[in-house]
């Protein structure tokens, strides 16, 4: 278990380096909301976007997604409060005006990333325009 990553994962590190590569600048690991006890893989506070990279076996993708064929019952409910969890999280976050992002470990990077980079600039658009709505 020590062995498994939670964070730097590959599928993060290269989606995190093409939106480098856009301009994109974002925490890592960070909690998108102070109260909520879950780090998101890469947050925009500014603009409210929280991203998750899952793993498919921990998350449980409806398509690589294996049962162990050891402790199954032990393994299986894990999973399964995983993504208990994960509907939770991305519910809270979007109660709180959060747009939340997910993606599976075996979807292109460089899709993700071009996701990521199409909702951070229309959510940064919409926020200059209340700004600027408020200057009036």
Known sequence: ?????????????????LLHAQGLRYRVAARPLPDLRRTADIVFRPVK????IDGCYWHGCP???VPP????????????????R???TDQRLREASWEVLRFW??????ECANTVYRVVLRRRQ??????????E
């Open 49 to 52: 976007v929280a991203v998750f």
């Open 63 to 65: 398509e690589h997604y």
């Open 105 to 110: 470990e075996h979807e292109s990077p460089d």
């Open 69 to 84: 064929k050891t402790n199954e019952g032990y393994w299986s409910g894990k999973v399964t409060g995983n993504m208990a």
């Open 1 to 17: 278990m020590q062995a498994i990553r939670s964070r730097d994962t590959k599928p993060e590190r290269l989606i995190r380096r």
């Open 126 to 135: 919409a926020l200059l325009q209340r700004k600027l709505g408020h200057l």
């Open 86 to 88: 994960d509907r939770e």
